[in-house]
């Protein structure tokens, strides 16, 4: 407990460069974070579109592709694209990769965990939307089929306005969740808060005195609690604000865990 | 094809022991995740001011640090502190613990779902807090929390992969990295480890079903 509390240590977590070196760390994190959100809105709606097709064939399909990338661990998707991704698309990403990234995000590597990020997070995302969609009422649809909407027409003027806007707590839950899932990719060397940590804490100081990792690390998991309830308040503002507007909530989606502690009081 | 089979085949014993370790590390998480989340929430309905700020403070604690960043402070950390901790200790321990504030954020929801007047009922019948706990709202509260606590036993199955990324133990997944680097069979081997963790997650969510089927109730 000394050592815990022991104010050199944190003195030393606080002086120079250090605290620098931790945030310019996590901005990475948030920057995948962020960039795999983006992404992963994209596929998982057409993904939770697709399996609400009256196409059978097409809903098989991107029902098991949703399973089977949801069921699985995040690192291990993540360790097999690192190995298993042909060399040729890492140079594509790296070519393709916009300029005003910054150079981590620029590299090859990189590529591998947006990969996993994206195909995880948007088969979770493609459950919530779904759940969003299923959540309204069949007569709106069968109102929009009667007026003559096409079908386009009936999922951006009709459906997707009303189940989309329901998503949108469990939608930035999930990006909490994904917030934490970042750090996944120090283990596959991207040099993010981590890996910051680690490198900071690698070296012998004050004459071979070890730097406090363990006051570090409390640092860096400061960071995350910070943030994530700062979204985790505006996830629940969101929740109470929809409920009272409609007075209807999202079934939870199951394997979700954020989802299952927000379900609470109906 | 078929030099898939001969992979399994060839490296079944890794391959199994990975398997053991991976359920290992979930069930003692496991134990640990209930106990301390039955604690914890028992702390959120506490009829007390403090109790539950407490169980408060630990639930947005653990649900918000990732897991990860929890196993290198309980092992890393606390090993330069000079604490001598194992890698089972410190694994188990983050995996449960990080676990634990999910399971009270769902046993608390469980209780709160038994109706107020229920409870109202029972103290104005004279029965004191523990009592109407105990007799009224735990035996409904249980069942309600029977499917969630399935959507987290899948979850844990799936974070459990993360201990054997950062600490020195061989879980399936690290198992099928050694034999990935050793042969070149990168498919072959994540496959394998792909259906070792199917396998947990599908018994779990048949397992689950079948508790939820029995205490179903029956109108």
Known sequence: ?266 | MSSWFELLTDNFDELASGFWVTFRLVGASFGVAIVVGAIVAALRIAPSKWLPRFGGVYVETFRNIPLLGLLLISYSGLRRAGVPIGPWTAGIASLGLYTAAYVAEVLRAGVFAVSRGQIEAALSLGFDHPQTLRRIVLPQAVRTVISPLGSITIAMIKNSAIIGAALAINDILKEARIISSRTFETDAAFFWAAVGYLLLTATATVAFRQLERRYAIRR
Request: aromatic share 10%; no cysteine; net charge neutral.
């Open chain 1, 1 to 266: 407990m000394g050592y815990l509390f022991d104010p050199d240590n944190w003195e030393w977590v606080v002086t120079s460069n250090n605290v620098e070196f931790l945030l310019e760390g996590f901005l990475v994190n948030l920057q995948i974070a962020i960039i795999a959100m983006a992404f992963s809105l994209i596929v998982g709606l057409a993904l939770a579109l697709s399996r609400l097709s009256r196409n059978t064939a097409l809903r098989f399909v991107a029902g098991l592709w949703v399973d089977v990338w949801r069921n699985l661990p995040l690192i291990f998707v993540i360790l097999y694209l690192a190995l298993a991704l042909p060399p040729s698309w890492r140079d594509a990403y790296e070519n393709a990769a916009p300029e005003f990234l910054p150079d981590v995000l620029q590299t090859g590597r990189v590529f591998a965990a947006l990969l996993a990020l994206v195909l995880y997070n948007s088969a979770v995302l493609a459950e919530i939307m779904r759940a969003g969609i299923q959540s309204l009422d069949r007569g709106q649809n069968e109102a929009a089929i009667a007026l003559g909407l096409s079908y386009w027409q009936r999922m951006r003027i009709v459906i997707l306005p009303q189940g989309l806007r329901r998503m949108l707590p469990a939608t930035v839950s999930q990006l909490i969740t994904l917030n934490k899932d970042t750090t996944l990719v120090s283990i596959i060397a991207i040099q993010e808060v981590i890996r910051h940590g680690r490198i900071l804490t690698g070296f012998n100081f004050f004459g071979g005195v070890q730097a406090p990792l363990l006051q570090v690390f409390i640092f860096i998991g400061l960071m995350f609690i910070v943030t994530n309830l700062a979204l985790s308040r505006l996830s629940r503002r969101l929740e109470i604000r929809e409920r009272a507007r409609t007075g209807t909530t999202v079934e939870p989606v199951s394997g979700l865990e954020d989802q299952v502690a927000m379900a609470e009081p109906r």
